[in-house]
């Protein structure tokens, strides 16, 4: 058992388990994988994805469980990839349940930045969390809040307000929502009308939809137990608030990178790991 506050615990697994977050009993079955390929992060979460729904009678290949929410299309789709493995990644190394908000931010920090980095003692301010919208807030909000007035993130989140919270109701398709999204995004890119920053934006967007609605209805998804200790909601409140979560990851990843991250760090790819660590957080911790 883990004492409080420890991420790494001693182990007779091997280094390849642990590196990869995954438990003893999850390790067994999967060391052979791990001991025949170096697996980069996205692979680490192509691998959870295979445990959670191998055993699913509906679904017999990978590539159909991944394909309506990733887009080929965007170069930047690792962005929402590296945003779901972080949360895998940390429900892997301690109990999402009970876990302290620093406990639960180190462990997507070790996701983002190896087993070397340096521990937190306190979660760093987030813009979106501390001053923004600390009880959630929708895209039109966000914008007011945070005094957006870049032109192309402004017409891209109030398109994004009229899809994500438009949607009430039992008709709810999360696969149409997210072909909705795709179909406005390959527009922008086909007309090169959009920036890196906001291809970043829209995937953390897809796969987090993806993410928190398999969350709701997959007894074998990591978050499952985490989502259902909640009040059971009428299916608009739920709707809403399941909107909100979504969203905050969107404005964290959007607030870093706008606030200054790209001239902190010289290396773009540090930049987008830096604020999709705190996005990562910012949804895991969300509402809870």
């Known amino acids: 058992m883990l004492e409080e506050g420890e991420l790494y615990p001693e182990s007779n697994q091997s280094k390849a388990v642990l590196q990869h977050g995954l438990s003893p009993e999850k390790g067994m079955g999967v060391e052979c994988f791990l001991n025949l390929f170096k697996m980069k992060r996205v692979s680490f979460l192509m691998l959870i994805l295979f445990m959670l729904f191998s055993c699913s009678d509906d679904v017999n290949d990978l590539s159909l469980i991944t394909e309506y929410y990733q887009n080929t299309k965007n170069n930047q789709d690792d962005v929402g990839q590296d945003h779901n493995a972080a949360l895998?990644?940390?429900?892997?190394?301690?109990?999402?349940?009970?876990?302290?908000?620093?406990?639960?931010?180190?462990?997507?920090?070790?996701?983002?930045?190896?087993e070397e980095f340096v521990r937190s003692t306190e979660v760093p301010e987030i813009s979106v969390l501390d001053d923004y919208c600390p009880d959630g807030?929708?895209?039109?909000?966000?914008?007011?809040?945070?005094?957006?007035?870049?032109?192309?993130?402004?017409?891209?989140?109030?398109?994004?307000?009229?899809?994500?919270?438009?949607?009430?109701?039992?008709?709810?398709?999360?696969k149409d929502l997210i072909s909705q999204i795709k179909e406005y995004e390959n527009r922008l890119i086909t007309e090169n009308a959009i920036s890196e920053k906001n291809l970043g934006v829209l995937s953390i967007l897809r796969h987090n939809l993806y993410f928190w609605n398999e969350a709701r209805v997959n007894v074998r998804h990591p978050y499952y137990?985490?989502?259902?200790?909640?009040?059971?909601?009428?299916?608009?409140?739920?709707?809403?608030?399941?909107?909100?979560?979504?969203?905050?990851?969107?404005?964290?990843?959007?607030?870093?990178?706008?606030?200054?991250?790209?001239?902190?760090?010289?290396?773009e790819d540090d930049a987008k790991d830096i604020c999709n660590k705190d996005a990562s957080y910012a949804s895991a911790r969300a509402f809870e």
């Not at 639960?104 to 070790?110: E, M």
């Not at 017409?155 to 109701?169: A, C």
């Open 88 to 114: 895998v990644f940390a429900a892997q190394r301690v109990d999402i349940m009970t876990a302290s908000d620093v406990d639960l931010y180190n462990a997507i920090q070790a996701y983002f930045q190896g």
């Open 225 to 267: 137990a985490y989502v259902k200790r909640g009040p059971q909601l009428k299916i608009f409140h739920y709707w809403y608030i399941f909107a909100i979560r979504v969203a905050t990851d969107v404005f964290t990843y959007d607030s870093c990178m706008s606030e200054g991250a790209g001239s902190y760090y010289s290396e």
């Open 137 to 174: 807030c929708d895209f039109k909000t966000y914008l007011v809040k945070a005094k957006i007035d870049d032109e192309e993130t402004v017409d891209l989140f109030n398109e994004l307000q009229g899809i994500l919270f438009s949607k009430e109701g039992e008709g709810l398709d999360i």
